[in-house]
């Protein structure tokens, strides 16, 4: 069981959007419609802010939206706001009765 | 509100077990729509997946760590406990519990973490 691979860092201004990879294999984000995405601001517990690949929480904004295509799942957050600032984790179900995350990203906003 | 809180020694000596317990509070242990998770953090790093615990007390653990980690539940006292033995230093970590809806597989509810770290 390997880690997803994600980006360790993007960037963007506010108002712009920016996108997250997620890449696994066939085992893992290619196999199963099971991609959750987290939110985490520093010293503080992750946040669940996208499930089942695409499909958002209650009081979780629009401007987060989840996507995927093959063995890569994709988190896109439009209208960046400086509060958007955090580390991003993806999470899929790894098969044979595990979970596998991702390496995380940190979003900086300019 | 699920509430979970992890509670245990935050300073373990090399070669020890580590012993976690999470305290769940409005939402039973026992409902089989959930099981319940830890998941660790080094600093800096990203997250890792532990294993799994539901009510009954099925587990599955990570192959990584499988034969360190053994898992309990207590569903009299609505919590369940993590125990790694033989713990180094690359067992420094926040350790989560959190609670996982089955039909996703998605963490809907995380506790504040515990810092654990493995010195002499």
């Known amino acids: 069981q390997s880690a997803l691979t994600q980006p360790r860092s993007v960037s963007g201004s506010p108002g712009q959007s920016v996108t997250i990879s997620c890449t696994g294999t066939s085992s893992d984000v290619g196999g199963f419609n099971y991609v959750s995405w987290y939110q985490q601001h520093p010293g503080k517990a992750p946040k669940l802010i996208i499930y089942d690949v695409f499909k958002r929480p209650s009081g979780v904004p629009g401007r987060f939206s989840g996507s995927k295509s093959g063995n890569t799942a994709s988190l896109t957050i439009s209208g960046l706001q400086a509060d958007d600032e955090a580390h991003y984790h993806c999470c899929s179900w790894g098969g044979s009765y595990t979970l596998v995350f991702g390496g995380g990203t940190k979003l900086t906003v300019l | 509100q699920v509430q979970l809180q992890e509670s245990g020694p935050g300073l373990v000596k090399p070669s020890q077990t580590l012993s976690l317990t999470c305290t769940v509070s409005?939402?039973?242990?026992?409902?089989?729509?959930?099981?319940w998770t830890w998941i660790r953090q080094p600093a800096g790093k990203g997250l890792e997946w532990i294993g799994r615990i539901y009510g009954s007390g099925s587990t599955n653990r990570n192959p990584s760590l499988k034969s360190r980690v053994t898992m309990s539940a207590d569903t009299s006292k609505n919590d369940f406990s993590l125990k790694l033995s033989s713990v180094t230093a690359a067992d420094t970590a926040v350790y989560y519990c959190?609670?996982?809806?089955?039909?996703?597989?998605?963490?809907?509810?995380w506790g504040q973490g515990t810092l654990v770290t493995v010195s002499s």
């Open positions: 959190a609670r996982v809806f089955r039909y996703g597989d998605y963490v809907d509810y």
């Open positions: 409005g939402g039973s242990i026992s409902n089989d729509n959930y099981y």
